[in-house]
């Protein structure tokens, strides 16, 4: 299974590439929308996991943009503690 993990902190895409890795996921990583997009045409990821907020694009505006070609699921990752941003 191919994970794609975007956040704009590198070390928490480290921690969790490793994670990942250390159980067996093949790991592909970006810093940003932009690159989640991109990544996500190319590389043909099983799974993303993506910061909402982020720089040059954001999550929810590359989720957009990754909706126009493809059903992959999405896990959001978030600093925001609304509920109303979790759900």
């Not at 070390?11 to 940003?32: A, D, F, H, M, P």
């Not at 043909?44 to 070609?69: C, H, N, Q, S, Y």
């Amino acid at each position: 299974m191919k994970i794609l993990v975007v956040d704009d902190e590198a070390l928490l895409v480290k921690g969790i590439r490793l994670n990942l890795q250390n159980e067996g996921y093949e790991v592909i990583t970006g810093s940003n929308g932009a690159e989640a997009v991109l990544a996500a045409q190319t590389q043909e990821p099983d799974l993303i996991i993506l910061d909402v907020m982020m720089p040059e694009m954001d999550g929810i505006t590359a989720t957009a943009k990754i909706r126009e070609f493809s059903n992959v699921p999405i896990i959001f990752l978030t600093a925001k503690s609304e509920t109303e941003d979790m759900v």
